[in-house]
C-alpha cells in the first residue's frame, strides 16, 4: 500500500490511493466527464474563443472550432491528471469529496491515462490543423497546470495560485496564436488579465473556504498569512487589475464600449475589494467574500463577451481604440 | 471482493456504454483529421 493510501487511512476517509481497492475499468462515462472539470473549462473555452476571435487575421471557420475543442480538451485532460495526483487532498475537502476518485469510481491509474492521452491527442492536432506556436502553448499550458502548479506549488507555497495562475492565463493568447501563428503585445495583455484576475479571484474563495484548505493542509494565503494579509493581498491585485482591465481599449485590442465598461467595473472591483478588507471574520465576512468571489467570475465574463461584440461585423466600436479615436 | 451476477451484469452494462463512447470519440477524431486534411490540402 502507498504512503497515500496509508495516510489517507488514517484520517479515516473512505478513499484509498491504492488502485487495487477499485476495480479497474468501474468507472462510467459521466466519471470519465467529470474529470475534465466541465465548470472550469467553461471558462477556459470562452476566453480561449475570445483570443481567437479578438486577433486580427483570419481563420478557416472549421479550424477555429478545431482550435476551440484543443483548447477546452486539453484544459480538461490537465483536469483529470490534476484529480489524479490531488485525490488525497480531494477526499478531505468539502468541495471536491464528490469528485469521481475520492469516491473510488474509478482506478487512479485510469484517469492519469485519461488525461495523458487526452494532452497528448489535443496538443498534437492543434499542431496539424491550426499551427505549431498555438500547439506548443497548448503543451506550455498543460505543463504548466500538472507540474508548476499541481505538483510544485500548490503543497509548497501560498503563492501557489499567484504563479500557478499563470496556467489558466493561456487560453486567450492560444486563441490569438491559432489567428496570428505568433504571440505579441495585445495578447501577453489578455494573458496579463487573467493573471492578475486569479489572485483576487481564489483568495476570495479561500477566504470563505479556510477551513476546506487547513483541513487538507492546502497553505491557501488566508490559511498561512491570516485573513487579514489575504484581503491586502486582494486589495492590491485588485488596484493592479482595474487599469489593466482596460488596456486592451488603449491598445486597439478592444474597443471604446469595452473600455468604459473594464473601467467602471474594474473600479466596483476594487469598491467590492474593500468591503473585503473591511470585512470581519464571520458570516457576514464570508458573504463579501462570497460577493466579490462571484463578481469576479462576471467580470471576467463581461469582459471577454466584450472582446468578441467589438470585433463582430457590424458592431465594431474598434477605431484603433481609445487612442485613435481621440486622435 | 465477490461480486454477483447483477453486479457483473452491471458491470458489463457499463463498459459497453464506454465503449460505444470511446468509438464516438474515435469515429469525431477521424471525421475531424479528415475535414482539416481537405482544408489544409485546399490552401485553407
Given at each position: 500500500m502507498s504512503d497515500l493510501s496509508l495516510r489517507l487511512g488514517a484520517e479515516g476517509t473512505a478513499f484509498s490511493g491504492d488502485a487495487g481497492a477499485v476495480r479497474r475499468g468501474s468507472g462510467q462515462v459521466s466519471d470519465y466527464l467529470a474529470l475534465l472539470k466541465p465548470r472550469v473549462m467553461s471558462l477556459v473555452v470562452f476566453s480561449?474563443?475570445?483570443?481567437?476571435?479578438?486577433?486580427?487575421?483570419?481563420?478557416?471557420?472549421?479550424?477555429?472550432?478545431?482550435?476551440?475543442?484543443?483548447?477546452?480538451?486539453?484544459?480538461g485532460a490537465a483536469g483529470a491528471i490534476n484529480m489524479w495526483y490531488e485525490r488525497d487532498i480531494d477526499a478531505v475537502m468539502d468541495r471536491t469529496r464528490g469528485r469521481p476518485l475520492p469516491r473510488g469510481k474509478m482506478a487512479p491509474q485510469e484517469a492519469l491515462a485519461f488525461g495523458v492521452v487526452l494532452s497528448l491527442?489535443?496538443?498534437?492536432?492543434?499542431?496539424?490543423?491550426?499551427?505549431?506556436?498555438?500547439?506548443?502553448?497548448?503543451?506550455?499550458a498543460n505543463a504548466f497546470y500538472v507540474f508548476v502548479y499541481t505538483i510544485w506549488l500548490k503543497r509548497r507555497t501560498p503563492q501557489n495560485i499567484v504563479i500557478g495562475g499563470a496556467a489558466g492565463a493561456f487560453p486567450p493568447m492560444i486563441g490569438w496564436a491559432a489567428v496570428t501563428g505568433g504571440v505579441d503585445l495585445h495578447s501577453i495583455v489578455l494573458f496579463a488579465l487573467i493573471f492578475f484576475w486569479t489572485p483576487p479571484h481564489f483568495w476570495a474563495l479561500a477566504l470563505y473556504r479556510q477551513g476546506d484548505y487547513a483541513k487538507a493542509k492546502v497553505p491557501m494565503l488566508p490559511v498561512v498569512a491570516g485573513r487579514a494579509a489575504t484581503k491586502r493581498q486582494i486589495m492590491a491585485y485588485s488596484l493592479l487589475l482595474a487599469p489593466l482591465g482596460v488596456l486592451p481599449a488603449l491598445l486597439g485590442t478592444a474597443g471604446v464600449v469595452y473600455g468604459a465598461v473594464a473601467a467602471l467595473m474594474g473600479a466596483f472591483f476594487v469598491l467590492l475589494a474593500g468591503a473585503v478588507l473591511r470585512s470581519e471574520a464571520g458570516p457576514k465576512g464570508d458573504r463579501i467574500a462570497r460577493q466579490l468571489f462571484?463578481?469576479?467570475?462576471?467580470?471576467?465574463?463581461?469582459?471577454?463577451?466584450?472582446?468578441?461584440?467589438?470585433?463582430?461585423?457590424?458592431?465594431?466600436?474598434?477605431?484603433?481604440?481609445?487612442?485613435?479615436?481621440?486622435? | 471482493m465477490v461480486m454477483t451476477g447483477e453486479d457483473e451484469k452491471e458491470r458489463l452494462r457499463r463498459q459497453r456504454k464506454k465503449n460505444w463512447a470511446l468509438l464516438a470519440a474515435l469515429m469525431a477524431f477521424v471525421v475531424i483529421v479528415y475535414i482539416v486534411s481537405i482544408i489544409r490540402m485546399g490552401g485553407g
Open positions: 480561449g474563443f475570445a483570443g481567437l476571435y479578438a486577433a486580427p487575421g483570419e481563420i478557416h471557420p472549421f479550424l477555429a472550432a478545431v482550435a476551440v475543442l484543443c483548447i477546452a480538451v486539453n484544459a491527442f489535443s496538443v498534437m492536432l492543434m499542431g496539424m490543423a491550426v499551427n505549431w506556436v498555438a500547439a506548443g502553448l497548448l503543451a506550455l462571484g463578481y469576479s467570475i462576471l467580470y471576467l465574463f463581461v469582459l471577454f463577451t466584450l472582446l468578441i461584440i467589438d470585433r463582430a461585423p457590424g458592431l465594431s466600436f474598434q477605431a484603433n481604440g481609445i487612442f485613435g479615436l481621440l486622435g | -
